[in-house]
């Protein structure tokens, strides 16, 4: 059973605002919710990270509800640059090395 | 700071050859993992290591063996290569030893096994 589910494929222009949503009904009380981000040819990269409400740092937000079955992330005024898969990934603090990659959402930014 | 480095960049196998990937960090961190990716798909986990001396089975270690030489090395070893072993190879780090630790990989290695 998946862990997460989240769109495959999303498409925007530039400056907008994207927010790609993720599933994850069977989170459990010590997981996280953290966000990759991964170009062609490229190793992922860490986005974000967070446990519940609202999370921001210098490139997203994440946004949780309070009942954790889902979240957010969201990229303020997209850049071409912005051009990647993104992975939506939950994780338990103390949970063993494990980190689970589902197949991403592939974000095309267009002018 | 490097990073994590990974060589080499590119290499073609027959089936049957055996090769190690070398991968290398910079970062005092404690765990070391490696990942294959297939195209269309996320990341798979091969081997783990928590710390110096220690490995661990990940999701898909059949066919392939690793070492933790020290702090700063992991190697990933296929001893008799096969098609199926066809993929990009990435290797990652984090200063934890939980999934839930930032993990920096590196630039990966794509290996094609013919």
């Known amino acids: 059973l998946a862990k997460t589910t989240q769109p495959i494929s999303m498409d925007s222009y530039e400056g907008q605002e994207v927010n790609i949503t993720c599933s994850h009904n069977n989170i459990a009380t010590n997981d996280y919710i953290t966000w990759y981000q991964q170009f062609p040819s490229q190793g992922p990269r860490f986005i974000i990270q967070?446990?519940?409400t609202k999370v921001t740092n210098e490139v997203a937000s994440l946004f949780i509800p309070a009942d954790r079955k889902s979240s957010t992330l969201s990229l303020p005024r997209v850049s071409l640059s912005d051009t990647a898969v993104y992975y939506c990934l939950v994780e338990g603090r103390g949970g063993g090395n494990k980190l689970t990659f589902g197949t991403g959402t592939q974000l095309k930014v267009e002018l | 700071n490097a990073g994590v480095t990974q060589t080499p960049k590119f290499q073609v196998l027959k089936t049957g050859q055996s090769m190690t990937l070398q991968c290398a960090q910079d970062?005092?961190?404690?765990?070391m993992y490696w990942y294959r990716q297939d195209p269309g798909m996320g990341l798979r986990l091969i081997y783990y290591?928590?710390?110096?001396?220690?490995?661990d089975k990940g999701e898909v270690p059949n066919g392939y063996n690793v070492s933790r030489l020290n702090k700063r090395e992991f190697s990933l070893r296929l001893e008799s290569a096969a098609p199926s072993q066809t993929s990009v190879y990435f290797c990652?780090?984090?200063?934890?030893?939980?999934?839930?630790?930032?993990?920096?990989f590196g630039p990966g290695t794509r290996l094609t096994v013919t």
């Open positions: 970062m005092n961190h404690n765990s």
């Open positions: 290591s928590a710390s110096e001396g220690t490995t």
């Open positions: 990652a780090s984090s200063f934890g030893t939980s999934g839930f630790d930032e993990q920096y």
């Open positions: 967070g446990y519940k």
